[in-house]
């Protein structure tokens, strides 16, 4: 399979609410990005996508979108967008926004028409429905199906006005596009070439495996235990989703004759989903991000977290890399705004956090695929533990804790759960220095700054050769020095092994070899003919003097990960 022109790119995103404030407000903007350009160039990435800016009225921290042609103005302005993209681009990064349009705000001007009668030409842009025949309008159980929303409580709001509901896969602010009808999807397309004229580079597209829904909207099944229905069967990957990513290809990014990035989030995409969302000749995607890595903690939901366990973890990533080996392309990432941090989550966050920061960077980004860096994560920012409910933000997190208390959970139960698997873990403000707010603003923040920021910063990383930041940049420079990194062949090694990832990469006559010890204790790695390692070249390690392979191992320290390089032996 030929190599795309993203398969030496490494994309860095930024959650422009919590990266950096110019204007001590207390919330990150535009300027702020600016200031800090030179930082992301330094740190070696090609492109930077950024969480939305548009305006919002902030429901869901920008992911409820009023306006698509717009900057919010705690942002900035679009002067300030356009001089931000120019200087991206003077540096040779691109810019990809982040493209919400399985929902809008309700506050955006097309739901408001939408909701002001049943007769409005906008009616049909979002999914209404009567109440459940049976039942008082608005009193549970009169939704019309059973559905949990992802914040907490049922999928649907009853509006007075009109006297039916509208589906919100998430929070009730963030009402559903009815992509059945084609203005809807011809407006979509229209903004999307509205940005790409302005000169952007791609768009990461939220939840957009969602936007295709089984239109008889039955009841889901419902969990023993549960209060809702699973409504994942009827949206998830719905029966048109292909249908509209060709479409969206060939209204938008057909038209382009420069390279686009195009990333869609696609929680409950399977293998055999990501190749037909990603396979280059079908004309949709470049690439999906997929979940199964992310919930291999996970108990009946995020906020039971499980320990552990490698082996599993292993054989998620090892999946997607032989699934996608032949047909499409995988993107790589630990961290996200919506993930707990990887260094606290697969990590030692304690006595080893540099070392195991370290080690999850070398597993991931010598893989085959598209590496993402989440703001800090090139630091090795750490979870925040904050102590009490009030101090969290998330509204994910915030409602979640109302619904479990009101049905009777002990608070200090809820807020234990919360601690390690908030959203909010990735979104404390970014770590520039040691000065009080971490150099983040001169205000008051908007999000508590994480303590250890005295000690976690990126003006002492940048200044020590030794830090996670540096470690970080070899591994995007080496992704683009190695061509087997970008386009070898991936044979995992080692499977069932509790506390080492392994595994070989080969291209044409060159052999890589990456082992890397994710426990807290020392192991000898017993690769199998690991005597023909013995004089390869190290090719990056994370601890000095890592032990030469020998037959009957490779010795390996606590969280130490090395990769080997050498002639290919046939
Ligand atoms: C996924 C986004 O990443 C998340 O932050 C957001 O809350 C939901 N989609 C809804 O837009």
């Known amino acids: 399979m030929a190599t795309p022109w993203f398969a030496t790119s490494t994309v860095y995103q930024i959650y422009p609410r919590s990266f950096a404030d110019s204007n001590g407000d207390g919330v990150g903007d535009l300027r702020g990005i600016i200031e800090h350009v030179d930082y992301l160039a330094h740190l070696g990435v090609d492109v930077l996508w950024l969480s939305p800016i548009y305006p919002s009225p902030q429901d869901d921290n920008g992911y409820d979108i009023s306006d698509y042609r717009g900057i919010d103005p705690v942002f900035g302005t679009l002067d300030d967008f356009d001089e931000l993209l120019t200087s991206v681009h003077d540096r ?13 705000s309700d506050l955006h001007p097309w739901f408001v028409e939408s909701r002001s ?4 030409p906008k009616r049909d842009w979002y999914w209404w429905r009567p109440p459940r025949e049976g039942f008082e309008p608005g009193t549970p159980g009169a939704e019309p199906t059973n559905w949990g929303s992802f914040f907490s409580g049922p999928t649907w709001a009853f509006d007075e006005t009109t006297g039916e509901y509208y589906l919100h896969l998430f929070s009730r602010r963030q009402p559903d596009l009815n992509w059945e009808n084609p203005a809807v999807r011809a407006e979509v397309y229209d903004l999307m070439r509205w940005w790409l004229d302005r000169g952007i580079d791609g768009f990461r597209m939220d939840v957009i495996n969602m936007v295709s829904k089984d239109v008889t909207l039955p009841d889901g099944p419902v969990r023993p235990g549960a209060e809702y229905g699973d409504g994942w069967p009827s949206f998830i990957c ?5 249908e509209f990513m060709a479409e969206m290809h060939l209204e938008v990014f057909d038209r382009y004759d420069r390279p686009i990035l195009t990333v869609g989030e696609t929680p409950g995409a399977t293998v055999d989903d990501a190749r037909l969302f990603t396979d280059p000749a079908r004309r949709e995607l470049d690439m999906i991000f997929q979940f199964e890595h992310v919930g291999v903690d996970h108990g009946l939901t995020k906020w039971d977290q499980q320990p552990l366990d490698l082996v599993r973890l292993k054989r998620s990533l090892d999946r997607w890399q032989i699934g996608l080996a032949d047909t499409g392309w995988n993107s790589l990432y630990w961290d996200n705004h919506d993930q707990p941090r990887a260094v606290s989550r697969f990590g030692d966050d304690g006595e080893h956090r540099v070392r195991s920061a370290k080690a999850l960077a070398t597993v991931l980004h010598l893989q085959r695929g598209t590496p993402y860096v989440y703001q800090g994560e090139e630091l090795g920012m750490t979870n925040t533990w904050l102590p009490t409910i009030d101090e969290y933000r998330d509204i994910e997190t915030l409602r979640h804790y109302a619904a479990a208390v009101a049905v009777g959970a002990d608070p200090a139960d809820v807020l234990a759960s919360i601690q390690p698997a908030s959203r909010d873990n990735a979104r404390t403000p970014m770590h520039w220095d040691a000065s009080p707010h971490a150099g983040f603003t001169s205000g008051e923040p908007w999000i508590g700054v994480n303590p250890n ?9 940048v200044a020590d050769d030794d830090s996670v930041f540096h470690h970080y940049r070899r591994v995007i420079a080496l992704r683009r020095a190695e061509p087997v990194i970008a386009a070898g062949d991936y044979t995992p090694q080692l499977r069932d092994d509790p506390n080492v990832y392994a595994y070989l990469r080969r291209l044409d006559d060159v052999e890589l070899l990456v082992v890397a010890n994710l426990s807290s204790h020392d192991v000898v790695a017993p690769i199998e003919q690991a005597q023909q390692w013995t004089d390869a070249e190290m090719l990056i390690g994370n601890i000095g003097d890592p032990a030469a392979p020998t037959a009957d191992g490779i010795e390996l320290r606590p969280w130490e990960a090395v990769a080997w390089r050498r002639a290919r032996v046939r």
């Open 238 to 242: 719905g029966p048109r989703i292909h």
């Open 117 to 120: 009668s049943r007769d409005n």
């Open 453 to 461: 920021h005295t000690e976690i910063n990126a003006a002492a990383a």
């Open 92 to 104: 040779g990064m691109k810019l990809v926004m982040d493209l919400v349009v399985n929902h809008t």
